[in-house]
């Protein structure tokens, strides 16, 4: 069965303190592994886009990689600003209707 | 303008009313979406139009009706919602590359619109 496993489920942070959050899936024949960034009562912002083993993304403070088992979302010394729930997303290749979701890593970055 | 418009911001709505939820956008994309999405949950795909016909409609009860009047608009018709619906409504559009692929990934999505239903 496809599935997206988002780790740590809650990450607490002081300002400047680097860490990384995980996504690892479960699909068969992954089409792209995408990452959203959420606010509290906001829509999902889109992140980056990632479709082949050894891609990286990079945007400000955040980079996203990926290997065949799972992608990493590092966050380099981090803001408060950077606080927000992340949400990983996959596309397979047997249902390419709609993005399978994992549960989200909520993030707090403390001043 | 890259915003997806969603209308109202929050709806509060009796068991026995009808009401309806607007979308808009100015991207030009061809593929529209409605999600639900309940407290620490991901969102959960409703509806997803592709050139303004109805392409998905995940097993949704049809107390929830979906309209799409032309290629910027998008609307959800309630009526005899149930507690149990009240959660964020969200809107989302993407571009097609083909008329029958879409970039099915790379959603932009409104701010929602906060259902209660009492």
New interface residues.
Partial sequence: EDQVTQSPEALRLQEGESSSLNCSYTVSGL????WYRQDP??????LF?LYSAGEEKEKERLKATLTKKESFLHITAPKPEDSATY?C?V?NAGN????I????TSLAVNP | DTE?TQTPKHLVMGMTNKKSLKCEQHMGHRAMYWYKQKA????E?MF?YSYEKLS?N?SVPSRFSPECPNSSLLNLHLHALQPEDSA?Y???SSQKTTPG?AL?????????T?LSVL
């Fill in positions: 089409r792209g592994l995408f009562g906001k829509g999902p912002e889109f886009t949400l997303a596309s390419n209707r709609k993005l979701w994992g549960l989200g | 997806v620490k949950k991901p969102p795909l997803v998905i995940e964020l969200l809107c989302a692929r099915i990934g790379k959603l932009f999505f409104g701010s929602g906060q």
